[in-house]
């Protein structure tokens, strides 16, 4: 009965991040979906250039949220094992790029990758903060601030949580976002015409 429910949990955990949100949001409000417009990314950033800023906002908390949801049935339900929690944390990443939903056509994970790494340390929340406000005031570039902003967790984990795994795993679960993200950066060079352009934009409506 007790792997039984881990088992479960983790099931759960994916269809969790399973939940596609902004492909929901994109066919409610404009009958589109966000997968085929813009930067084609079923992600908060592609609903607030495509859809709204509202909607967006709506995005982005409900797919960090799937992030925390996670972790959270994978030690309620589950088990008080960090790994285990941790695996469910994954899985949630997992589940919003590879939606069973929708065919396993989904986004990049970077919000519910937060949304997991928020669950097991909240003191991350100003300190990410710290990095994401000043950086996106400079730069104009959101994706970009919160894409630097991830440094801050294993700062946590170390400095505040004293928690050697969750020093390793909060530098190896970004690299899931980053990985999917990675063959849009030569795409923005590209369409940009300098490097400067994928990283630094004018203002926020300035996109590529």
Same mark, same amino acid.
């Given at each position: 009965?007790?792997?039984?429910?881990?088992?479960?949990?983790?099931?759960?955990?994916?269809?969790?991040?399973?939940?596609?949100?902004?492909?929901?949001?994109?066919?409610?409000?404009?009958?589109?979906?966000?997968?085929?417009?813009?930067s084609k990314n079923m992600g908060a950033m592609n609903v &607030?250039?495509? +859809?709204?800023?509202?909607?967006?906002?709506?995005? @982005?908390?409900?797919?960090?949220? %799937? *992030?925390? =949801?996670?972790?959270?049935?994978?030690?309620?339900?589950?088990?008080?094992?960090?790994?285990?929690?941790?695996?469910?944390? &994954?899985?949630? +990443?997992?589940?919003?790029?590879?939606?069973?939903? @929708?065919?396993?056509?989904?986004? %990049? *994970?970077? =919000?519910?990758?937060?949304?997991?790494?928020?669950?097991?340390?909240?003191?991350?929340?100003?300190?990410?903060?710290?990095? &994401?406000?000043?950086?996106?005031?400079?730069?104009?570039?959101?994706?970009?601030?919160?894409?630097?902003?991830?440094?801050?967790?294993?700062?946590?984990?170390?400095?505040?949580?004293?928690?050697?795994?969750?020093?390793?795993?909060?530098?190896?679960?970004?690299?899931?976002?980053?990985?999917?993200?990675?063959?849009?950066?030569?795409?923005?060079?590209?369409?940009?015409?300098?490097?400067?352009?994928?990283?630094?934009?004018?203002?926020?409506?300035?996109?590529?």
């Amino acid at each position: 009965m007790y792997y039984f429910l881990i088992v479960l949990s983790l099931i759960c955990s994916y269809l969790i991040g399973s939940f596609p949100t902004a492909y929901l949001i994109g066919k409610l409000r404009k009958k589109e979906d966000i997968r085929k417009v813009g930067s084609k990314n079923m992600g908060a950033m592609n609903v &607030f250039y495509k +859809v709204g800023v509202i909607e967006g906002l709506v995005v @982005l908390t409900i797919d960090i949220l %799937k *992030g925390a =949801a996670g972790v959270a049935v994978a030690k309620y339900l589950g088990s008080d094992y960090i790994v285990v929690q941790m695996l469910g944390g &994954f899985l949630a +990443v997992v589940g919003h790029n590879l939606p069973i939903f @929708l065919k396993f056509k989904g986004g %990049k *994970g970077g =919000a519910t990758a937060i949304g997991v790494l928020i669950f097991f340390m909240p003191w991350g929340v100003p300190t990410f903060l710290v990095i &994401f406000l000043p950086a996106l005031y400079f730069l104009h570039n959101p994706t970009f601030a919160y894409s630097i902003s991830f440094i801050v967790f294993p700062f946590v984990a170390a400095f505040i949580d004293h928690s050697w795994p969750l020093i390793v795993y909060s530098c190896l679960l970004p690299l899931v976002p980053f990985a999917r993200f990675f063959p849009r950066f030569f795409e923005m060079r590209k369409s940009g015409g300098s490097w400067k352009h994928v990283f630094y934009r004018k203002n926020l409506k300035d996109r590529l």
